[in-house]
């Protein structure tokens, strides 16, 4: 078998969750709630499964929830987009992210991608023929480095891949930041690839600057975003792509055939949702803030070091106080084994990852009383 991506093996994601299971850790690894979603979110699902909402959805999506998601970007981006020819609701922000690299990307093409970057992107680039080049954001605040950044541009390159609120170190992209890229953009040939699908979680009065608001960047751009994590609901695996016409029309060829359409009861349950409860998104980034307070502050007394994350449900920590003999991989085991509590490495999503790197990944969209007990295990080491 020659294998289209042989480097890869299973992703950092199932190996830490599976050793967390394994181990009876308390699981701080993977990205998703241990708490329910909102009731009326499931009242909802249960009445349109019971209701015969049981069949393929439309390939686009389901109309309501495009315009709820168009309504949404109206009033928090002050952009109108045309519902129809603009937003399509896909399975999961995941197979947006793939679809918009296979729309765009032709064998040869080069892709640049800032690190540590989402565990998708490079197999996704891999797998449409394109070249991945990595540009590291810069430490210890993971911005980005204008120079190595615009001296990565060739005229292969096709596309760019930004995420904010970035996963894993929760930095943001700023206004002035999405200023800066589309002066750099202008002179290329190159797509844009806007990973936004933790908007809605932007801590300490901050706003997220979405490629939404900016009218030259959403000219060229694939806007992504997963209702997973605005909704408590990770396992739904329902997202949608904000894209120019011309964009859409393109990533939509590659959709209807990747999985044509996303689950039908799920998006009915989603668009009644945002229509009756508005107000979850403006309450999102306090309840969080409140986890990640918590969290940091019940983190005090231990030897780890936490610069609170100004966005996402991931908080990084430097251990080198605890074990500086062991890099962020064996760390990340060793704390699911030793300390019984499973988080995540985060030179995996580099290509060359900074030397002395001691930091890891641990996950609060937690209840309290999970923090709590991770926090206490953690304190002791
Ligand atoms: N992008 C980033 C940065 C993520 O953290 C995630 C989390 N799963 C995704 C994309 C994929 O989202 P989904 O679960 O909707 O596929
Ligand atoms: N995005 C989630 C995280 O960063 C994981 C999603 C997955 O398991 N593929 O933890």
């Known amino acids: 078998l020659r294998s289209k991506l042989p480097d890869l093996g299973i992703t950092i994601f199932t190996r830490m969750t599976q050793l967390a299971q394994e181990t009876g850790a308390i699981n701080l690894s993977q990205g998703f709630p241990d708490f329910a979603p909102p009731a009326a979110l499931l009242d909802a699902a249960m009445r349109h499964l019971r209701d015969g909402q ?3 959805a439309p390939m686009t999506g ?11 970007i109206a009033r928090r981006y002050g952009r109108q987009l045309d519902s129809q020819r603009e937003v399509t609701i896909v399975p999961g922000a995941t197979e947006a992210i793939f679809c918009a690299i296979q729309a765009v990307v ?6 640049i991608l800032l690190d540590p970057s989402y565990d998708s992107y490079a197999p996704s680039v891999h797998l449409a023929g394109g070249r991945c080049v990595h540009v590291p954001l810069q430490q210890p605040d993971f911005s980005i480095d204008w120079q190595r950044l615009q001296a990565a541009f060739s005229p292969r390159t096709r596309l760019l ?13 700023s206004r002035a930041d999405l200023d800066q890229l589309a002066a750099l953009l202008r002179g290329h040939d190159a797509w844009l690839l806007s990973d936004e699908v933790y908007e ?3 801590y300490d009065g901050q706003l997220h600057a979405s490629v ?5 960047l959403y000219q060229r751009a694939f806007v992504v975003s997963s209702f997973g994590k605005t909704y ?29 359409c996303g689950v039908t009861p799920l998006q009915h349950a989603l668009a009644d949702f945002m229509a009756a409860h508005p107000e979850h998104l403006d309450e999102l980034p306090h309840f969080y803030q409140a986890k990640r307070d918590l969290f940091c502050q019940l983190l005090q007394p231990s030897k780890l070091r936490c610069v609170p994350a100004p966005g996402t449900y991931f908080q990084l920590a430097d251990y080198s106080a605890i074990r500086d003999d062991l890099d962020d991989v064996a760390m990340a085991e060793w704390l699911t084994r030793e300390a019984g509590v499973a988080a995540i490495p985060i ?35």
Do not use: M
Request: charged share 20%; net charge neutral.
């Open 54 to 56: 049981n069949q393929y």
């Open 62 to 72: 389901i109309a309501s929830l495009r315009e709820q998601v168009a309504h949404k």
């Open 106 to 111: 032709q064998p040869g093409d080069e892709v």
């Open 161 to 173: 891949i930004i995420n904010s609120p970035h996963n894993p170190s929760g930095a943001l992209i």
């Open 200 to 202: 809605h979680l932007v």
């Open 212 to 216: 939404l608001a900016h009218d030259a």
């Open 232 to 260: 408590h609901v990770t396992g739904w695996k329902t997202g949608y792509v904000a894209a120019p016409p011309a964009l859409t029309d393109e990533l939509r060829k590659v959709h209807q055939y990747v999985n044509f």
């Open 347 to 381: 030179s995996v999503f580099y290509r060359e990852p900074p030397k002395d790197l001691r930091l890891v990944r641990f996950c609060f969209a937690k209840q309290d009383l999970t923090l709590q007990q991770a926090a206490e295990r953690l304190c002791a080491l």
